[in-house]
């Protein structure tokens, strides 16, 4: 392997007064949903909020007066823009970002915040790779790249060394695989520590790069991803190398497992997850009996997540758990019915959110009517429980957006 402890080491030493060493700590929460002891890495808690300032840092700490002088590049769509554009103001380095052109503009701002040039240029990052090679060519920029980078493994690497000093005895450590810098870089430091901790490496379901790379299957990559940020379709040669000699498995989670995920962060650690910050967690909660009863540390690599998604995630988390439901109820369009059920609504304890009146359905007679509810309750069984008060009044009631997706009538009580 091209990096060593030693370097890791090294890396580390550089880091102090840097970035933050920032806190990991017991998830009592998180362990009871999971059924494991669970420690978590805050990487979300990094001044660019992500574990990137790590790697960028000792990257740019490398180079020499020449290269400072002329400056850097990068490749990015978020994370690592952000780390090289803060670390390279700080150390008056020039720097260039070249990210797709349809970038949400507030990561583009974020970056451009730090001091940094921002070129936007191609749809995807692999159509951003040609505008990079240009301007290294016409400008002698340095590249920073953002995983296949020596330097940059052994920075992300002392994540592990600081997990195994506060909690010694963690048996397995789950870890997010974008190109593989993350994963490489702690391999190696938290075996040198342990021999024997499992190492578990966890790729968006979309996007099985690594998997791919290491077990030999040719999976399609693509498609649009909340897990952004370990959305790769090309892993990293120097990190693949690292993995496939010192990683255990490596898991694939769904598009539901990372939401899920994300929203537990939220709702029970109070912090913020980008996807691919709670693809470990998706991992860990999509398989319970792997890591029952084992003490588990998890890095959450970083907390970039747009609010607007964020509010999204909470939103389906709690259409899934069914405390935010649509329902459906046919009616004879008469004065008083709107009424009559909302009445009902509110004498079980559920909260309408909002209200539609059709009459225009033609499954319903020309003198009838259907009302939708969007009714907050305090789930599957308080669902049960009101649509049955509303069929012993003679309403027919259906559920809309179930988990199955379906538009299903009440599952305890036959609809009138």
């Not at 890396?11 to 920032?22: C, F, H, S, W």
């Not at 649509?326 to 009424?339: E, Q, S």
Request: proline share 4%; glycine share 8%; charged share 25%.
């Amino acid at each position: 392997m091209t990096v060593t402890i030693d370097h890791i080491h090294t890396a580390r030493e550089a880091l102090k007064g840097q970035v933050v060493r920032t806190p990991m700590l017991h998830a009592p929460k998180l362990s009871e949903l999971t059924g494991a002891e669970i420690w978590v890495k805050y990487e979300n808690m990094q001044v660019t909020n992500s574990f990137k300032d790590r790697g960028a840092f000792i990257r740019l700490s490398k180079l020499t007066d020449s290269q400072k002088q002329k400056g850097v590049i990068a490749m990015s769509a978020g994370n690592h823009a952000q780390a090289v554009a803060y670390h390279a103001k700080r150390l008056g380095i020039p720097a260039t970002i070249v990210m797709p052109q349809f970038t949400p503009f507030t990561k583009v701002e974020r970056t451009q915040a730090h001091g940094a040039e921002v070129v936007l240029s191609g749809e995807t990052l692999d159509d951003a790779r040609s505008t990079v090679e240009e301007v290294i060519e016409t400008r002698g920029l340095t590249l920073v790249h953002p995983y296949d980078d020596e330097d940059v493994i052994a920075g992300q690497g002392t994540i592990a060394l600081e997990m195994l000093e506060e909690a010694p005895d963690l048996e397995a450590l789950v870890i997010p695989i974008g190109g593989g810098g993350i994963l490489a870089g702690n391999a190696i430091s938290s075996r040198s520590v342990n021999p024997n901790i499992e190492l578990i490496g966890v790729e968006a379901e979309l996007y099985p790069s690594m998997y791919n790379l290491v077990r030999g299957k040719e999976m399609k990559c693509g498609g649009t991803t909340l897990a952004d940020g370990i959305a790769v379709k090309s892993a990293g040669v120097k990190t693949s190398a690292i993995i496939k000699e010192l990683a255990d498995d490596i898991r694939l989670v769904s598009e539901a497992q990372i939401e899920g995920a994300v929203n537990a962060y939220f709702s029970h650690q109070k912090t913020s997850a980008e996807g691919a910050g709670a693809s470990p967690l998706a991992a860990v909660m999509a398989d319970r009996d792997h890591f029952a009863g084992r003490k588990v540390g998890l890095i959450l690599c970083g907390g970039n997540i747009d609010p607007r998604i964020m509010a999204s995630v909470i939103y389906r988390e709690l259409e899934r758990d069914q405390r935010i439901v649509n329902i459906r109820v046919t009616i004879d369009d008469r004065p008083g019915v709107l009424a009559a059920i909302a009445t009902i609504i509110g004498e079980t304890g559920a909260n309408i959110l909002e209200v539609a009146h059709s009459r225009m359905f033609l499954d319903v007679s020309a003198k009838g009517a259907e009302l939708d509810f969007m009714v907050e309750t305090r789930g599957p069984d308080h669902l049960s429980m009101l649509a049955e008060k509303l069929e012993d009044a003679g309403f027919r009631v259906r559920v809309l957006d179930s988990p199955g997706g379906q538009a299903t009538p009440n599952t305890k009580r036959p609809s009138s």
